[in-house]
Nanobody, 125 residues
Framework: QVQLVESGGGLVQAGGSLRLSCAAS????????MGWFRQAPGKEREFVAA????????YYEDSVKGRFTISRDNAKITVYLQMNSLKPEDTAIYYC??????????????????WGQGTQVTVSS
């Protein structure tokens, strides 16, 4: 079992930036693909971005391409989500998740077995 703790959320104006971090509890972190999801009030949890266990491959939801960057530091057992050019529609609780899928970059909710508690991101207009 791997435990995940997100941090870095907050309130930012439209056009601003935030960097989310997700710290894992186990050194076996490097064997997991990692992802970020978000859930806005009244909406389903949706995929945002994911990165392979090695960091060599990434996958993004269309609306965040060119604005968000996912990265990982296996030595620090941490995954990051750099969010630039934020929009009010990016407002949501952001969740970190871990997946044992190796053969592709996971990008569906069911691909991920471990979840953090979430961190709130609010973008004001």
């Amino acid at each position: 079992q791997v435990q995940l703790v997100e941090s870095g959320g907050g309130l930012v104006q439209a056009g601003g930036s935030l960097r989310l971090s997700c710290a894992a509890s186990r050194r076996t972190f490097s064997s997991y693909a990692m992802g970020w999801f978000r859930q806005a009030p009244g909406k389903e949890r949706e995929f945002v971005a994911a990165i392979s266990w090695s960091g060599g491959s990434t996958y993004y939801e269309d609306s965040v391409k060119g604005r968000f960057t996912i990265s990982r530091d296996n030595a620090k057992i941490t995954v990051y989500l750099q969010m630039n050019s934020l929009k009010p529609e990016d407002t949501a609780i952001y969740y970190c998740a871990a997946s044992r899928i190796w053969e592709r970059v996971p990008n569906e909710r069911g691909d991920f077995a471990h979840w953090g508690q979430g961190t709130q991101v609010t973008v004001s207009s």
